[in-house]
């Protein structure tokens, strides 16, 4: 009787352990995905203007999953994503006359929408997985 007591005692205890650990881990990925979408919210708010018109060439980078994750919510294909592309273009715009879409485009690796680019940025194409 006694043994079965602690044996009871033991499963209760990793039991509420790992309910516990996994209320933690669910609360810090919830935290995490609010975070991210916050910026991404304000940053739609801070749209360049003419972001929504027709043009002739549109820079696109190619989204991808990495195989072991990513450290502290940095990803290798958004390095520094959007400055880098608003600048690209920027200097394209500048520089050329062609008529260029003023916001980021990015474009995900398992989407059917990857063969309406004909022209993809690939940040450390070595990283991704398929």
């Known amino acids: 009787m006694k043994f079965a007591r ?5 499963r209760l205890a990793f039991l509420f352990s790992a309910l516990l650990f996994l209320g933690f881990a669910s609360a810090l990925l919830a935290y995490q995905r ?3 979408n916050r910026y991404q919210k ?3 708010e801070n749209m360049p203007i ?3 018109q027709r043009v002739e060439w549109t820079f696109a980078r190619f989204h991808y999953n990495m195989p072991y994750g990513s450290f502290r919510g940095f990803q290798r294909w958004a390095a520094d994503y959007p400055k880098s592309d608003r600048q690209l273009v920027q ?3 500048r520089l050329t006359r062609i008529n260029t879409h003023v916001a980021e485009q990015v474009v995900d690796a398992a989407s059917d929408d990857i063969y309406n680019w004909p022209w993809i940025f690939v940040e450390d194409p070595g990283a991704w997985v398929l």
């Open 91 to 93: 200097g394209v715009i």
């Open 34 to 36: 609010r975070r991210i």
């Open 50 to 52: 003419g972001a929504k």
């Open 6 to 10: 602690t044996t009871l005692r033991r």
């Open 42 to 44: 304000e940053d739609e």
